[in-house]
C-alpha cells in the first residue's frame, strides 16, 4: 500500500502532519539555496534540476544575478540536486531527504572545470531547517508503526511534541468522539499546543485540509497507521497561516491578491525568498496591484536587491504615488532596523521620522520610531508619543501595548503599566513579555497566585525559558508550596546550568 501524508494543523500554533500520495494533495515541502563559485561568489546562469528519486520526475531552475534558487510544492520524499554552469563541473548531491511541510536550504559550491566532468557530494544536508522560523517535532514512519497506540490512532502521536500539553485521546470538544478508534466518524484531538484550545486544531492529508464542515478542531478522515508515512507537529502561528494560505492559493491560482497575502505572510516568517516569488506572481497577474509593489520593494530591499527595490518603486509611482511612498517608507523602515542593529541610533530615527512624514498612517513607522527613540538617552517621551500614535492607529496593536507598558513601569507607574500588559496579552495570548511584565508586577505586590498565572502562561508558550522556571520557582516558594518550587527550580537548573539559584 501506498504510504500516505496526513496534515494535522492548528492555526493556534500546532501542526501535525503525516504523509499520503493523492491525486488532490498539496505538497508545501521545498528546496532553496545558492551556488557560488569556490571564492564565494555567487554564480548566475547556473542551472540547478532536481530529481524525485521514488517518481522520477524532475524540476529545473536558472540562477539569476543572486545566485538564489528556490523549488516549492514538492513532496515529502528524497531528492537528487544537481548544478551546472559554463566554466564550473557538475556538482550533484543525491538522497537528499524531504519532511512534510519542510523547506530544506542546500547551498552548493562548484568546483572550475568542465561541465562533462562531475562532482559528487557526499555530504548531508544540513538537519536543521534554517529556511523557516518555527518549532516543530517529527515522528518517522517507523515509530508510528511500532509505538503502541490507542485504537491504532495515530493522531494520538502529538503528545510526543514539545509544547503540546492534554492527554493522547479524543473527546476534546463535547461534541467530539472521545475514543481513539480509528472508525469513528468524527474525531478531535484533546491536545493544545502553547496554551491554545483544542478547538483550534485543524487537519490537513499532504497539505490539503480535512477538516469538519461542521465544527472547528475535528476531522472526519483518520487514516489507517499502517498508511502513514510520518508525523510533523508545529508550533508556530506564521508557518501555520502559511500552509492555510498556500492551499487557498493553489485552489485560486489566478488570484493575484491571494499571493500577495501569502508573500506577507512568508515574509513575516523570515522567508524572504518564498515571499518575493509570491509578490512576483501578484503583480504577473495584476501589474496594477499598488501594494504588492510595495512589499515586493521591502522583500527585494531585506534580500540586499537595492536596485531592484528602487525599480519596483519606480514603476509604483505610475501606478500610485500615495503607494509609493508607503514602499519608500517601507524600505527607510527596513534600512533603520539595520541601523539600530548597529547601535545607530540616532541614524535609525532620521530614517523613521522621514518614514512617517512620507506615510502618516504607515503602523509600522510609527511602530519602529518609537523603539528607536526608546533606545535613546533621552528620547523616553517621544518614544511614549510614537506608540500612542501606533494605537490611534490600530488599538489592537499588542507590541505597542507591551512596549508603552515597559515605558510606563520603568517610570514607576505600575497601574497604568498593567493595564497595557494586559491589553497586550489578550490581543497576543503568545506574547511572553506580557505576561511576565504581568507576573513581576504582580510579585512586586506580593499577588502570588496571579504571578504564578502568569510565570505558568510564560512557561506554556515557551517551555524552554529558564527565566520563567526560576521565576515561577521563587512566586511558588513565597506562597509556600515548596516541593512545587524545588521541581521547577530543578528545570530552571537543567535548562541554564551556568546561572546561579535564587536564593
Excluded at 523557516?132 to 497506540?149: F, I, N, T, W, Y
Excluded at 501555520?240 to 493575484?256: F, G, T
Excluded at 507590541?399 to 507598558?405: M, V
Amino acid at each position: 500500500m501506498i504510504p500516505r501524508r496526513v496534515m494535522l494543523l492548528s492555526m493556534l500554533l500546532l501542526v501535525l502532519v503525516v504523509s499520503a500520495s493523492s491525486a488532490w494533495a498539496q505538497f508545501t515541502s521545498g528546496i532553496e539555496g545558492t551556488v557560488t563559485d569556490p571564492t564565494g561568489a555567487v554564480v548566475s546562469g547556473a542551472t540547478v534540476t532536481i530529481k524525485n528519486e521514488e517518481t522520477g520526475a524532475s524540476q529545473t531552475f536558472q540562477t539569476g544575478d543572486s545566485g538564489s534558487f528556490r523549488f516549492t510544492t514538492l513532496a515529502s520524499s528524497a531528492f537528487t540536486v544537481s548544478a551546472s554552469a559554463q566554466g564550473f563541473k557538475t556538482t550533484v548531491q543525491e538522497h537528499v531527504r524531504l519532511a512534510v511541510a519542510e523547506t530544506k536550504t542546500l547551498n552548493i559550491r562548484m568546483v572550475v572545470g568542465g561541465t562533462e566532468s562531475t562532482v559528487t557530494v557526499t555530504d548531508e544536508a544540513p538537519a536543521v531547517e534554517t529556511a523557516q522560523a518555527r518549532v516543530s517535532g517529527q515522528v518517522s514512519e517507523k515509530e508510528v508503526h511500532d509505538l503502541p497506540l490507542s485504537g491504532r490512532n495515530f493522531y494520538t502521536l502529538v503528545v510526543l511534541t514539545p509544547g503540546v500539553s492534554g492527554l493522547p485521546s479524543g473527546g476534546g470538544q463535547a461534541y467530539a468522539q472521545a475514543s481513539g478508534d480509528i472508525f469513528n466518524p468524527e474525531y478531535g484531538v484533546n491536545l493544545n499546543a502553547n496554551g491554545s484550545r483544542a478547538e483550534s486544531n485543524s487537519f490537513l492529508i499532504d497539505s490539503a485540509s480535512i477538516d469538519s464542515s461542521q465544527r472547528n478542531g475535528v476531522t472526519n478522515i483518520n487514516p489507517n497507521a499502517e498508511d502513514v508515512q510520518e508525523v510533523m507537529v508545529l508550533r508556530e502561528g506564521v508557518p501555520a497561516a502559511a500552509a492555510e494560505l498556500r492551499l487557498a492559493v493553489a485552489q485560486r491560482p489566478e488570484d493575484a491578491e491571494g499571493h500577495d497575502i501569502l508573500g506577507t505572510v512568508l515574509l513575516k516568517s523570515g522567508d524572504v525568498s518564498g515571499a518575493i516569488e509570491e509578490f512576483r506572481r501578484a503583480i504577473t497577474l495584476n501589474p496594477e496591484l499598488a501594494q504588492a509593489h510595495a512589499s515586493l520593494a521591502q522583500a527585494l530591499q531585506r534580500a540586499g536587491q537595492k536596485e531592484e527595490a528602487q525599480k519596483q518603486l519606480a514603476d509604483l509611482e505610475h501606478i500610485n504615488q500615495g503607494n509609493a511612498n508607503v514602499g519608500r517608507a517601507m524600505i527607510l523602515v527596513e534600512t533603520a532596523e539595520n541601523h539600530m542593529k548597529k547601535g545607530e541610533q540616532s541614524t535609525a530615527v532620521g530614517e523613521l521620522q522621514e518614514a512617517v512624514t512620507l506615510s502618516p498612517d504607515f503602523t509600522e513607522a510609527h511602530y519602529q520610531l518609537g523603539l528607536a527613540l526608546r533606545q535613546s538617552s533621552d528620547g523616553s517621551t517621544k518614544a511614549e508619543a510614537a506608540f500612542r500614535q501606533v494605537l490611534q492607529l490600530d488599538p489592537n496593536h499588542a507590541l505597542a501595548h507591551l512596549q508603552l507598558g515597559l515605558l510606563l513601569a520603568a517610570r514607576g507607574d505600575k497601574t497604568r503599566a498593567s493595564s497595557d500588559f494586559e491589553k497586550a496579552a489578550k490581543l497576543a495570548p503568545g506574547l511572553t513579555e506580557a505576561h511576565r511584565s504581568l507576573g513581576r508586577l504582580a510579585a512586586d505586590s506580593r499577588d502570588w497566585a496571579t504571578a504564578i498565572r502568569e510565570f505558568q502562561a510564560v512557561i506554556a508558550w515557551t517551555p524552554e525559558d529558564p527565566s520563567a522556571h526560576y521565576d515561577l520557582a521563587a512566586a511558588l516558594k513565597a506562597r509556600g508550596q515548596l516541593d512545587e518550587a524545588a521541581h521547577k527550580l530543578q528545570i530552571a537548573q537543567k535548562l541554564d546550568p551556568k546561572r546561579s539559584a535564587p536564593h
